[in-house]
C-alpha cells in the first residue's frame, strides 16, 4: 500500500487520518502542534517535522488544513511539498480553498512531475469519523481513479467533478445551499420555541418531510441540547462563504442568500463565537 502523508489534524483531519491507518496505510504525519498527533502516533503513525520530510517519506500527501494561506504556505514555502516531493508524487487538498488555488497547485506540481487534485469534503465531524464523508474532485481523470482507493476509505459519494478547481467549485456550490438553509432551519426552531411548541417533537415532524435536510436532522439535536462543540467552526464556515462571494462577484453574480448568511455568522463570531459550531447561529436569535 502506498504510504499516505497526512498534514493537517484539526477536527475533520484527525478521524480522517485514523480511518486510513485503520485501513493499513503506512501513515506520516505533520500538524503545527504535535499534540494533536499524539493518538494517531501511539497506534503506529511516524511523525515529520515539517512538511517537506512528510513529502520525502510519502507517495500520497493529503493535506487538510485551515484557509487558503495555510494551503499556500505548504505547498509553496522553502521547505515545503512542491519543493520536496519526489517525483510521481501525488499531492491531494481537501481543504475547502480558492479554486485559483487549486489550479495554482495543479501547474505548479504538473512542473515538477508530480500530481496533484483538489478534492474538499463536506459531511462534517461525523462523516470523518464514519467514513463517509462527500468527496467534491477536480483534477486529472486518470490521477483521480489512481486515488480512488484512498478516497473510498474516508468517503462514500465520490465524484470527479472536471479539471483543476472543480472540486472547489462544487465545495463553493455545497456551502452555499447550507448558508441559507441554516437561516432557515434556526428560525423555524426559534418559530417553535416562540411558539410554545415542543422544538423536538417539531423536529420529529418535519425533518421526515419536505424542510428536511443534513442539518436539520445532524445541527438541530445539539441546537437544542445546547452543544455548541465544532464539527464545523463558524470561523472557517466565514472564510468559505468569503471565498464563494468572491468567486460569485467574479462571474457577476449577486448571492443575497449567501451575503445575509455571512453577516449574521460575522455578529456572532464579534461575539466571542468564532470556534464554536455552525449550529451556534441559534444564538443570534436567544440574544
Not at 506540481?109 to 470523518?128: C, T
Not at 486518470?142 to 479539471?163: C, K, M, Y
Not at 472543480?166 to 456550490?173: E, L, P, S, V
Request: proline share 4%; aromatic share 6%.
Amino acid at each position: 500500500m502506498e504510504n499516505i502523508g497526512f498534514i493537517g489534524l484539526g477536527v475533520m483531519g484527525r478521524s480522517m487520518a485514523q480511518n486510513l491507518l485503520k485501513a493499513g496505510y503506512p501513515l506520516f504525519v505533520y500538524n503545527r502542534t504535535k499534540e494533536k498527533a499524539a493518538p494517531l502516533l501511539e497506534q503506529g503513525a511516524e511523525w515529520c517535522t515539517t512538511p517537506a520530510e512528510t513529502a520525502a517519506k510519502a507517495d500520497v500527501v493529503l493535506t487538510m488544513v485551515g484557509y487558503p494561506h495555510d494551503v499556500e504556505e505548504v505547498y509553496f514555502r522553502e521547505n515545503g511539498l512542491l519543493g520536496a516531493a519526489k517525483e510521481g508524487t501525488l499531492l491531494i487538498d481537501m481543504t475547502t480553498s480558492t479554486p485559483t488555488l487549486a489550479k495554482k497547485i495543479y501547474e505548479a506540481a504538473k512542473e515538477k512531475n508530480l500530481k496533484a487534485l483538489d478534492a474538499p469534503v463536506s459531511g462534517g465531524d461525523i462523516g470523518a469519523q464514519k467514513g463517509t464523508l462527500t468527496i467534491m474532485v477536480g483534477g486529472d481523470e486518470d490521477v483521480f481513479e489512481s486515488a480512488r482507493p484512498i478516497f473510498s476509505v474516508l468517503g462514500e459519494n465520490i465524484v470527479l467533478q472536471g479539471g483543476p478547481g472543480a472540486g472547489q467549485h462544487t465545495k463553493m456550490c455545497n456551502q452555499i445551499a447550507i448558508a441559507s438553509n441554516m437561516i432557515g432551519v434556526t428560525e423555524s426552531i426559534v418559530y417553535a420555541q416562540k411558539a410554545g411548541l415542543d422544538p423536538e417533537k417539531v423536529l420529529q415532524s418535519i425533518s421526515a418531510g419536505a424542510a428536511g435536510s443534513w442539518s436539520m436532522s445532524n445541527l438541530v439535536p445539539r441546537m437544542l441540547a445546547g452543544d455548541y462543540s465544532p464539527g464545523f467552526f463558524i470561523k472557517h464556515f466565514i472564510k468559505d462563504m468569503k471565498i464563494a462571494l468572491d468567486e460569485a462577484e467574479k462571474m457577476g453574480l449577486d448571492l443575497p442568500g449567501l451575503a445575509l448568511s455571512k453577516k449574521l455568522y460575522e455578529e456572532l463570531a464579534q461575539k466571542g463565537e468564532e470556534n464554536s459550531g455552525t449550529q451556534a447561529l441559534i444564538k443570534y436569535w436567544a440574544e
